[in-house]
């Protein structure tokens, strides 16, 4: 790898990227451009956390705010922070401070009665050990500028928080928790990461460090696209049911076969089943069991599929924050195998609760008698379960639907049914292909996964004005409605399975 100009300073995400994996500091550093490009669900992740940290600002009303114009301008935040902190400003946002090459900016800084308090703000549930390690080097870096913090607290939102009315009361809706004590403990832990980090950026090439499983952990790297480079072709690395660390193992201890797993994994039936169908190249079916199932589905039937969004911060009345809140769903209802498929679709408009709309729609459209198609009836049997406490008229009729409902992920959860170009994966994306003849894909459409769905409603409900809302509409209609097309046919091969 070739060397570019130097700039060895760092950052808290660049250490604490270093105590993860030291090449993935340096690549980092001085390969940026290698880095994998950011996705739908990581950017949704992001534009959370500014959401989160914009709202918890509140918390401390009155506050300058230190945030540079761009990247380039922290030396302005750092001698803006430094004089607000001279004036013993009572409350500072995005605080920024540097010592020896070490960038850090605060959440909030708060000065009462001449001492200061370090706020840092998460937009998640629990506090988690990386976000300790995180406000260490925050405390770390602010204490060797001089300044000394009397508390240290993590800003994180409060699980039991439920809105009532319209507008959030935010003193509720987080929790302030104080952390100096843990915070003060980790101080050795990062003085050796800020070593460490420094002679990795002292190095004149990558660090040469295997992939493990400080790939995944505690964050998935973003230099897999490097690193794991054929890797992930690997079927070993696709096999469902194994630890990571046992593949890692089969990979490095040279097996790169499925044929070759040692014989001690194979009691594992998930396994056994990949590993049978791989070697035959033909689906792995129990068929007893697979029978005895499908002889309990009979016509007609209703394919269903539900897409949810989970805001941190609630939005409807009576929701907690993350609560898979229902935007839209898309019903595919059928009499016999030769008869045509009739298809329903609900979507609510972003900024409009569309749950009691949603309800009456779905109700309304699973009167006529029938079995309800579902893969992984959890997501939706706990959204009608939600929705029947929140409008109990309808819940005599909710409980109708669920007791009618059919999950048809059982046969490939308890392993009954294995296809070897499942390549590991149970969801519908991985089965669909392996279905001769055919047609659907969720290649040709905008949306291919659930996750996607959900960060690119969330964006909608966000910035409508950044999107053209009824094309962004349309590709969730697209996706969804492939969902149920999707269920149908592997109920079909299901069938037809069983019938061979
Ligand atoms: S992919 Fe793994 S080995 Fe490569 S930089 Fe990231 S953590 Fe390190």
Not at 295 to 323: K, L, M
Request: aromatic share 12%; glycine share 4%.
């Amino acid at each position: 790898m070739s060397i570019k100009p130097r700039n060895t300073n760092l950052s808290k995400s660049s250490l604490i990227r270093g105590i993860q994996c030291s090449k993935a500091l340096y690549l980092y550093k001085y390969h940026y451009e290698q880095r994998d490009p950011v996705s739908r669900q990581q950017q949704d992740k992001f534009d959370r956390g500014h959401q989160v940290g914009k709202l918890a600002q509140s918390l401390f009303p009155g506050g300058k705010d230190c945030t540079p114009p761009n990247h380039y301008s922290y030396q302005q935040s750092i001698q803006a922070t430094s004089a607000l902190i001279s004036a013993q400003y009572p409350v500072i946002y995005e605080a920024a401070f540097k010592f020896e090459g070490i960038l850090i900016a605060l959440d909030i800084l708060v000065n009462r009665d001449g001492k200061w308090y370090a706020y840092e703000v998460k937009s998640s549930l629990k506090i988690s050990q990386t976000y300790l390690q995180d406000i260490s080097i925050q405390y770390h870096i602010i204490k060797s500028c001089g300044i000394e913090l009397e508390d240290v607290f993590i800003v994180h939102i409060n699980s039991d928080y439920v809105l009532k009315g319209e507008t959030v009361n935010i003193n509720e809706l987080f929790k302030i928790v104080s952390v100096k004590e843990q915070v003060e403990a980790l101080q050795l832990d990062i003085q050796a990461a800020i070593n460490k980090a420094r002679s990795v950026l002292s190095l004149h090439n990558a660090p040469e460090i295997e992939t493990g499983i400080q790939c995944f952990k505690p964050y998935p790297c973003d230099f897999m696209g490097t690193c794991w480079k054929g890797q992930e072709k690997n079927p070993l690395f696709q096999v469902a049911g194994a630890q990571l660390l046992d593949k890692i193992q089969w990979v490095k201890s040279g097996i790169n076969d499925m044929k070759d797993i040692p014989q001690e994994y194979l009691t594992s039936s998930r396994i056994k089943a990949q590993v049978e169908a791989h070697h035959t190249q033909k689906p792995f079916i129990k068929k007893e069991e697979l029978k005895n199932f499908m002889d309990n589905i009979h016509f007609p039937v209703y394919c269903f599929d539900i897409e949810a969004f989970q805001p941190a911060i609630p939005v409807f009345e009576e929701t907690y924050p993350f609560q898979a809140i229902p935007f839209q769903f898309s019903l595919h209802y059928s009499t016999s195998e030769d008869s045509s498929l009739i298809e329903t679709e609900f979507i609510s408009p972003p900024h409009q609760d569309g749950r009691e709309l949603f309800l009456i729609h779905f109700l309304n459209s699973t009167e006529k008698p029938g079995q309800i198609l579902v893969f992984n009836t959890l997501l939706e049997k706990g959204i009608l379960f939600q929705l029947g406490k929140l409008y109990p008229q309808y819940a005599k009729s909710i409980k109708e639907r669920i007791q009618r409902m059919v999950d048809l992920e059982i046969p490939f959860k308890k392993d009954w049914y294995y296809h070897p170009k499942m390549n590991g994966g149970y969801s519908i994306k991985n089965i669909l292909p392996t279905i001769e003849q055919n047609t659907l894909s969720y290649d040709k459409i905008n949306i291919k996964d659930g996750l996607d769905a959900m960060a690119i409603y969330q964006k909608l409900l966000r910035e409508p004005e950044t999107h053209d809302v009824q094309s962004v509409l349309d590709d969730l209609i697209d996706y969804c409605r492939m969902d149920t097309l999707g269920l149908y046919s592997i109920f079909l091969e299901l069938k037809k399975a069983v019938k061979e």
